[in-house]
């Protein structure tokens, strides 16, 4: 039973459809038909603020934006020379980094090499005052040498025995000159007695055991 009115109500639901887009569409020509002197009204009051071309207001547009873009230019071109400027500061800096780098290396390196020659002229010193406390030793021993010589010498000559003291003019006459001889480095000598080495009060001044 169903399925006989079936179509039926196809037909009907299809006829209501019809209606109902027909209304819309008579209400939208309607409306359309409200708005249109609204539309013409206003393209009348757009076209009477747009001014007209010939018109000495647009020339002067014309002209404010030729003036506008010149300046635009101007504009442009002292942004390229800022940037310019300031790459070439950016350069000059690096280039003032660098030899600001360069002066403290070679700052450093000067002051180590300073330093060195400072050391070498220490050691240099050092070895001299060496070398002449040496020379000086051995001059001393010499001497020291000369004076146990002489020593011996006067006590062969005058039968003198060991713990005999010896003075200065007992022994000048089998020195050199003469005379005692003195320490290079300003010690004393002390002649002793026969038998006995003499001694000089500067340490390490002695004559070698056995020689």
Request: charged share 15%; glycine share 4%.
């Amino acid at each position: 039973m169903k399925l006989k009115f079936l179509p039926w109500l196809l037909v009907v639901a299809t006829f209501v459809i019809v209606v109902l887009l027909y209304s819309a569409n008579q209400k939208q020509e309607a409306e359309l038909a409200q708005l249109r002197p609204a539309s013409q009204e206003l393209e009348q009051i757009r076209s009477t603020l747009l001014p007209d071309t010939n018109q000495p207001q647009a020339q002067a547009q014309t002209d404010e934006l030729t003036r506008l873009r010149a300046e635009n230019a101007d504009l442009m071109r002292l942004r390229n020379e800022v940037r310019q400027l300031r790459d070439q500061n950016q350069q000059l800096t690096r280039q003032i980094q660098s030899a600001q780098t360069q002066a403290q290396a070679a700052q450093a390196q000067a002051e180590q090499f300073r330093n060195t020659a400072v050391q070498a002229s220490a050691q240099a010193q050092q070895a001299q005052a060496a070398a002449q406390a040496q020379s000086q030793t051995l001059a001393c021993i010499n001497n020291l040498r000369q004076i146990d010589a002489a020593k011996q010498q006067w006590a062969q000559q005058n039968n003198r025995p060991s713990g005999t003291p010896v003075t200065p003019g007992d022994i000048a006459r089998f020195l050199r000159g003469n005379i005692l001889p003195t320490c290079p480095a300003g010690g004393i000598y002390l002649i002793n007695s026969v038998g006995l080495p003499p001694t000089c009060s500067t340490p390490g001044h002695v004559v070698p055991k056995g020689q």
